[in-house]
């Protein structure tokens, strides 16, 4: 393999296995904002033990996130050294507005969220809760709007030849708001709270599996569905929004998504597929015009073919669309499971129905390959730019990195990587075990000030 391939493997590995935890934390911050909301409106002390059990998952899935994703930044000053000369004063500005914004919110209140149960009244622990939330949606917002100016560049200008050029930030606002950022963030967060969402359905239906914990169980499930109802129709919306995006901004991107070829209207959308690069064609099943019409409002509009692409400028065709068919196909799959278990749940036969509780608890599978995919797409969607149009990836590679200096640090961050994954595992069984605790229901200490009578 050749240095760019492996140092490329080398960052997807360690992204791909980053980016388990950041939704799972995004998505549940949104829940545990909904569900302490509700004890303090309610005083119910079901919402109370919920907040407690849900505190503790939250907090496994933060801490794997935030250490899995110091590496990267290692990464990007061993490996692509001549890339973050390039976008540095870009990517400066954007994470310097997380550590402001997100870090802040997430460090100066975690402590509270997590050790404040019996320390602060239920309402600054509300407001701790919200601003972990808020918090973690910014980091998002911040790394999104980095990774998206790679994708469609805006408000800069380069200074510098050769080795030496850089890009400069002239306009901060019009970096963060370039092209595709907005659509990509709400695609992305969106699809966070599924995460989330599916993650709370799968441990609560398996509660009801084992006829344990049956309102927590339920309650769980109907918030956790209730969620990823709402989401599911943002990401269809936002999904739309990005896809045309794509088509306007990055059409070798958009003509690989579809297995697209020739130039021209009523471009066909595939629903399955098989693209063949070297004959430059693609086989399966295919809606004529539907392309043209989702990406422009109108069958009669041409969409760019991978024909009049430079070869040189195509990404991995077939990959690129697999992958972005595994992503929609699972969406659409996962918007059928919950639309079934809502009707369940409205029926009150879902504690009845093995097969589909079997579902649910497997479901959380779903948008963690949806999300994995979707971020494989952007990426290798994009090739061969690291930064669109200005700078390849070849060209952005460190200059001293030698192959085996990248397999055995390979090597070994897999090897941690496996151990982490294993603890997470671990952990994260351990708590559904043990399960909410039966005290949590019985708030005291300064908490059960927020309580004036009995449950409700």
């Known amino acids: 393999m050749t ?40 005083k119910n002390p079901l919402f109370h033990q919920m907040a407690r059990f849900w505190t503790k998952v939250f907090a496994l899935t933060f801490a794997i996130g935030v250490a899995t994703g110091i590496v990267m930044e290692f990464e990007f000053g061993t490996n692509w050294a001549t890339y973050s000369r390039y976008v540095g004063d870009v990517f400066g500005s954007a994470l310097a507005a997380e550590g402001i914004f997100a870090f802040f919110l997430e460090s100066g209140f975690l402590a509270v969220l997590l050790f404040g149960w019996d320390k602060v009244g239920p309402k600054l622990h509300f407001f701790a809760t919200c601003m972990v939330a808020l918090g973690a949606h910014f980091s998002a917002i911040w790394i999104v709007v980095a990774n998206s100016w790679m994708q469609t560049p805006a408000g800069f200008h380069i200074v510098g030849d050769g080795l030496h050029a850089r890009a400069e930030v002239t306009d901060f606002w019009a970096m963060v708001f370039n092209p595709s950022s907005m659509d990509r963030l709400t695609h992305t967060v969106v699809g966070a709270w599924q995460a989330g969402a599916w993650l709370m359905v799968s441990i609560g239906a398996w509660y009801l599996l084992k006829q344990k914990h049956r309102e927590f169980a339920c309650l769980s499930v109907k918030l956790g569905l209730t969620l990823s109802l709402i989401a599911s129709v943002l990401t269809l919306a936002t999904g739309d929004r990005s896809a045309s995006g794509v088509a306007r901004n990055q059409p070798a991107k958009f003509a690989a998504l579809e297995g697209h070829w020739q130039t021209g209207p009523q471009a066909p959308l595939h629903v399955v597929g098989w693209v063949d690069a070297q004959t430059e064609t693609t086989r399966g099943l295919a809606l004529p015009g539907m392309l043209s019409w989702l990406a422009y409002g109108s069958a009669a509009h041409p969409v760019t073919g991978l024909r009049d692409i430079p070869r040189d400028e195509r990404p991995p065709v077939n990959f690129t669309f697999q992958l972005f068919h595994l992503m929609v196909g699972i969406g659409f799959a996962m918007i059928g499971l919950a639309l079934w ?7 009150k036969t879902l504690e009845n129905s093995r097969t589909l509780l079997w579902l649910l608890v497997i479901s959380v599978l779903g948008p963690q390959i949806a999300n994995q995919a979707g971020w494989w797409v952007a990426e290798v969607g994009r090739q061969p730019w690291i930064v669109y149009k200005l700078l390849r990836t070849s060209q952005g590679l ?17 090897g941690v990587y496996l151990l982490l994954f294993a603890a997470f595992v671990f952990l994260l069984n351990e708590k559904i075990k043990h399960g909410p605790d039966e005290t949590d229901l019985q708030p005291t200490g300064k908490l059960a000030l927020g309580f004036k009578g009995g449950a409700a």
């Open 3 to 42: 240095t760019e391939l492996l140092a490329r493997l080398q960052f997807a590995l360690t992204i791909t296995f980053h980016y388990l935890y950041p939704p799972l934390s995004i998505g549940l911050g949104v829940l545990l904002v909904a569900i302490e909301a509700a004890w303090l409106k309610t």
């Open 341 to 347: 278990a809502s009707w369940a749940l409205w029926r």
């Open 398 to 414: 460190s200059a001293v990195v030698q192959a085996n200096q990248i397999v055995a640090s390979m090597i070994m961050f897999t």
